[in-house]
């Protein structure tokens, strides 16, 4: 495995990381596995990387604090809930199309463009997951996937058109809607674990978007 197969692969781990915080609220065993020593460490190693620093440690300082709120599990999910489950009024809700559909209902075009892109890269909707395929978890559940289908091209040419496919995803059906969906989420998150794991979010996906145009 040389260099670039295997930072893709780290690449593709932190999406599917971050689809799994963002798909539904965590159990008292997964809570619990954020205290462990490799947990720690991954985060540790994150953080030494001069762009993520600050977003990482927002987001170690919430973990420090959830080991002392009472009922932790609950309340984590009860932040979940508030967070992403709410009114559009009281929540960040996590669908593309209420970013940038003008219709502002779900389901809009760019469910039906992930759709597509889920079709043609033949990448399945996880069933038990019964969401609108612009929730965020899919679109970065997809990416993971995408960069990994990455290294298993055989060509240099294939390769560079997966590596293309891959940033213009980020710019095109991440990074237009992320940073907004973020903002709210921050001003919505009272705790503030969620806020910080969405601001990471962003953060890494601007970071990734300077890796794949070589800047």
């Given at each position: ?20 915080l ?23 190693n ?72 889920l ?43 997966y ?14 809607w992320?940073?907004?969906f ?34």
């Amino acid at each position: 495995m040389n260099e670039l197969t295997a930072f893709n692969e780290q690449r593709a781990e932190i999406y599917w990381w971050l689809s799994s915080l963002l798909t539904s609220e965590l159990t008292a065993e997964q809570l619990e596995e954020y205290n462990s020593f490799e947990v720690r460490t991954f985060l540790s190693n994150l953080a030494e990387t001069a762009e993520l620093s600050s977003s990482v440690s927002a987001l170690i300082e919430k973990l420090n604090q959830l080991q002392k709120r009472e009922d932790a599990q609950l309340e984590l999910s009860a932040d979940f809930c508030q967070a992403f489950l709410g009114s559009d009024k009281s929540s960040a809700l996590p669908y593309a199309s209420l970013y940038l559909d003008k219709s502002g209902l779900l389901n809009a075009r760019p469910a039906q463009e992930m759709r597509a892109l889920l079709e043609k890269y033949n990448i399945a909707q996880k069933a038990e997951f019964n969401e609108p395929a612009d929730h965020i978890a899919i679109e970065l559940d997809f990416l993971g996937n995408l960069i990994v289908m990455t290294n298993q091209q055989a060509s240099e040419e294939e390769f560079e058109a997966y590596m293309d496919a891959q940033l213009n995803f980020i710019n095109e059906q991440l990074l237009s809607w992320t940073p907004r969906f973020s903002q709210i989420c921050q001003e919505r998150d009272d705790f503030g674990f969620y806020a910080a794991v969405t601001h990471f979010l962003v953060t890494f996906l601007q970071l990734d978007v300077t890796f794949l145009t070589g800047e």
